[in-house]
């Protein structure tokens, strides 16, 4: 994995090209991965996204915690001929990154031991042991992949917690490092340690330890339990630990870091230096039932974070989920009809959703990099934090309270409880 600086700027971050594998296209960063669940991007076939999402070549950020069951069948699939990962789930030419856990699902705490790692799947907790992690990484043989590492630390964490995390992923990547050669894959070294500047820079020294090449970028990790946690987080105290971490880490390695964070803390983290994140806050809004209408381009409308599809008051709005959006959803579309789609559990209402907030999200990305390049951030981090108007928004997202059950979302918009 390449990666080059294009500009760097103190008020707004660095704009970068990043190439995956040889051969492959140059991406330009920050960049912005599709988050997927079992390999699949969620409610979007592969020629639904590639038709009316982004015809551009993607990253997609596969997770072990969705995908281990395909182990054993993803030996054979690479045994049987020179195919990779994104093949095997319908995404051909497609890079990928593999991560441990599912940042669209809030991951439980807990079941840490000295010598596995907890590994939270659809069949129950499975365990991980160094050895046996790197042996799945050989079976998928992603682009790229993270190392082992305990990130079951947030905000409330103890002291004794936070530390014991540092320590049990320095012993989880004193093997990985030793027996990285035997995976034909770029590593992302892990950097934890919670809230704790201590237990961040004693996690960033093991890292800056190792030889040159050892590793190709950095994922900070640790920061919140995945789901709708990272949408709540109290940025002040988020920003002031990022901070102390890339005040320490190489400029010349890509940073990433996953969740759902809102929009605002997302660019304030680019600001920061961060270059890599992914759509999974695109995917909460979705389940969630709501479809993403922030402002990212200077206009004379107040804009707000997002519409609310079940609501009552748009039942009989003929006109568009947001009035300058391209997408599918908004040019053949209209909220009434979103509605209505909701109200009758159709299945065609998530897939409309997703293909609008993915849209929308993707678009910002690339404001976001427009605004990079010219030196412009903090006014568009002032306009994402105000929406045009005199406060600010809040783009936390609650978990519906109209969804009956998790398993009626598998076939469309859950009935509202009556």
Known sequence: MKFAIESISKNSGRLGQLRIKD?????RTPLLLQTTKGGSIPWLSADVFESHVSQ??????????????????LTQWHSS????????????????????????ETTPSGGNDRDIQPLFTRRGKESLTPERYMEMVASFKPDVYQGLCDADTN??????????????????????????DKVESTLLAPIVGGYCTFA?????????????????????????????TATTLESSKLLS???????????DKPRIMTGAYTPLTVVELISQGIDVFDTSYAYCASLNFKALTFGFVQDAVEHVPFLD??????????????????CLTCQKHTRAYLHHLYKTNELLGPILLMVHNLHHYMAFFEAIRQSVANDSLPQLIELVRNQNGKSQVDYSISANTKVISKATMGKGFAAAAV
């Open 309 to 326: 599809i079940t609501d009552e008051a748009i039942k009989e709005e003929f006109k568009p989920l947001l009035s300058n959006c391209s």
């Open 23 to 27: 051969g492959g296209p140059e991406l």
């Open 241 to 251: 630990i990022v901070e102390h971490c890339i005040k320490q880490l190489e400029e």
């Open 155 to 180: 905000a409330e964490s103890a002291k004794k917690r936070v530390q014991k995390s540092a320590d049990r992923t320095e012993k989880f990547m004193h093997y990985i490092y030793e027996h990285r």
């Open 56 to 73: 551009k070549p993607q990253v997609l950020q596969f997770t072990l915690s969705t995908m281990d069951q395909m182990t054993e069948a």
């Open 81 to 104: 001929g020179d195919r990779g990962l994104s093949d095997y789930v319908g995404f051909p030419g497609h890079l990928n990154i593999l991560l441990l856990r599912d940042p669209c």
């Open 200 to 228: 961040r820079t004693q996690s960033i020294k093991h890292v800056r330890e190792q030889p040159a090449g050892s590793y190709g970028g950095y994922i900070l990790e640790g920061f919140h339990t995945n789901g709708l």
